[in-house]
């Protein structure tokens, strides 16, 4: 069994909603085929399923007993949790403020560390102009480092020196072997970094905006709040506002670079990903599977309760260039006779056409709530979905 890329195609519907909002507040929007389509960001759906907390959530984990980190992703990791837990262990506040820096400077390229500077309440504080995405392992590295610089300076102007000739080569080289540095999340969506001390991840997970297989459905949705105190004398509300809410099937692409992933994992070379240990990719795959298919992005959580599962998953394992079947959707599908059966058939006819034109160049599984003969015919099996995350897991973990 040979494989390099894993492909998952879902299609998700979801009722009343506004699932991911524009600068203005309302509903993302991509053209194509000649129509507007409500889209969800990819933004938006990897950072639902990086967040997810549930039994599949990816910080749970475990590697030998011990969670697996994840990166931590803010302008105030510096400050919480390198600056701070030295000013808690006795270590004078400007000496841990100077040293703080020194490391910041050393780890961001020139222009996006912040200087250090007082807060509201006069206490030294360190931020970044922009997030940063650094793993549990790295700030660990990052606070020993700035706490020996800190124990050898004598003062605050003295940290300078000593920073000098602490922050060398070899200390670039030693954070960057850090096993799974980065932090889990990072190794599977990426990390970019324009220094050369932190170590760049690329992406393992490649995540497309989902879109609808129609043009938009929206509606604008007029709404009042009662002000509960307001006198029987008193007209007209408390509040009134709108608020647009869409509706819709949406196609969603996700692929998986299986060497890449192995290798941000276990630090091996993409070459080298058949000769290391494969159980935690595997494991990330499985989680996947699930948390792509039953975790919902979306705003107005309370008022919309946009809770849905998939309705259809396809998964494709093969060497081949992966490609999407997005196009099945060029034209879109009209809802005569059942909107979800006729995007399976559009699907499948699409998935027919590839293989005439290319030859069949994947295994897949399908797992779908309804049943449909033309893209029955086109897989291999038709499984639940939890056989399908664990046929998934299987290609990374038996492959030879």
């Excluded at 992966?322 to 699409?350: C, K």
Aim: hydrophobic letters at 40%.
């Amino acid at each position: 069994m040979s494989v390099r890329f894993l492909q998952l195609h879902t299609l998700t519907s979801y009722p009343a909603s506004l699932l991911n909002r524009d600068d203005v507040g309302f509903a993302k929007r991509i053209p194509f085929g000649g129509s507007e389509r409500t889209r969800i960001s990819s933004q938006c759906l990897k950072r639902h399923w990086r967040t997810a907390d549930d039994d599949y959530a990816l910080d749970r984990i475990e590697v030998g007993g011990e969670p697996v980190p994840m990166a931590v992703r803010s302008r105030r990791t510096f400050e919480v949790h390198v600056l701070t837990p030295m000013k808690a262990a006795g270590i004078d506040p400007e000496i841990a403020a100077a040293a703080v820096e020194e490391v910041l400077k050393w780890v961001l390229p020139e222009g996006k560390a912040k200087q250090a500077k007082e807060d509201e309440e006069g206490e030294e504080t360190v931020r970044t102009q922009q997030v940063t995405v650094i793993g549990r392992p790295e700030v660990d590295f990052l606070r020993s480092l700035a706490e020996q610089i800190a124990g050898e300076a004598e003062n605050a102007k003295d940290v300078k020196r000593v920073a000098k000739e602490r922050l060398s080569k070899e200390q670039r080289d030693n954070l960057q072997a850090l096993g799974r540095g980065a932090g889990l999340d990072a190794a599977l969506f990426g990390r970019m970094v324009t220094g050369d001390v932190l170590a760049r991840c690329d992406a393992a997970i490649h995540v497309a905006h989902a879109f609808t297989v129609h043009p938009s459905y929206s509606e604008t949705d007029y709404f009042s709040a009662v002000d509960d105190l307001q006198g029987a004398e008193e007209t007209g509300s408390g509040h009134i506002n709108t608020s647009e809410l869409t509706s819709g099937l949406f196609y969603g692409y996700l692929v998986v670079d299986v060497p890449l992933l192995v290798s941000n994992l276990e630090g091996c070379r993409p070459n080298d990903w058949k000769n290391a240990d494969r159980a935690l990719a595997g494991d990330v795959v499985r989680r996947l599977a699930h948390l792509v298919t039953s975790v919902s992005p979306g705003a107005k959580l309370g008022a919309t309760a946009p809770y849905a599962r998939s309705l259809a998953v396809l998964a494709e394992s093969g060497d081949s260039q992966p490609r999407t079947l997005a196009n099945a959707f060029l034209d879109p599908v009209a809802s005569r006779g059942g909107l979800l059966d006729a995007s399976l058939r559009r699907m499948a006819q699409h998935l027919q056409g590839l293989d005439a034109m290319y030859g069949v160049e994947t295994a897949r599984q399908l797992a779908a709530v309804t049943s449909v003969d033309e893209l029955d015919a086109c897989v291999d099996e038709r499984v639940a979905l939890p056989a399908l995350a664990e046929w998934l897991s299987a290609q990374v973990v038996e492959a030879r």
